[in-house]
């Protein structure tokens, strides 16, 4: 099944701009498309590609145990303050998460994924 509807991620969006270019953001977001993992690689939304994920993990996983958990919570902390969130813009992704689970189209895009004959009414917000 294929999906027709767009999205708004369950804050993952806003997580997004701060990752990745605009314009790849607007596509994704407008497109709904599925990535394999070259594309994702190369937009900067995954770090590596393996064919043994959870043996690489694992290896990170025993190397950082090697190292001090000061120094490991001070990074984690510190890098995450550099992306600080802006709690009005988690807002209206919430807000806006409910008025499309809200809106005719919704139901009319869970159609079109099985019928690509169902089209979409006009614009419910302006």
Do not use: C
Request: proline content about 3%.
């Amino acid at each position: 099944m294929k999906p027709n509807g767009g999205l708004v991620a369950d804050m993952g969006l806003t997580r997004l701009a701060r990752d990745i270019d605009k314009d790849k953001l607007k596509e994704l977001a407008m497109s709904a498309r599925l990535l394999d993992a070259q594309t994702a690689y190369d937009y900067g939304l995954i770090t590596h590609i393996d064919d043994e994920p959870m043996a690489r993990a694992k290896t990170l996983v025993d190397e950082i145990a090697t190292r001090s958990p000061d120094a490991i919570l001070a990074s984690k902390r510190l890098i995450n303050r550099m992306h600080p969130s802006d709690h009005l813009t988690l807002y209206q992704e919430k807000l806006w998460q409910l008025k499309l689970f809200a809106s005719h189209n919704r139901k009319l895009a869970i159609k079109k994924a099985k019928d690509t004959a169902v089209a979409f009414r006009d614009r419910q917000w302006g």
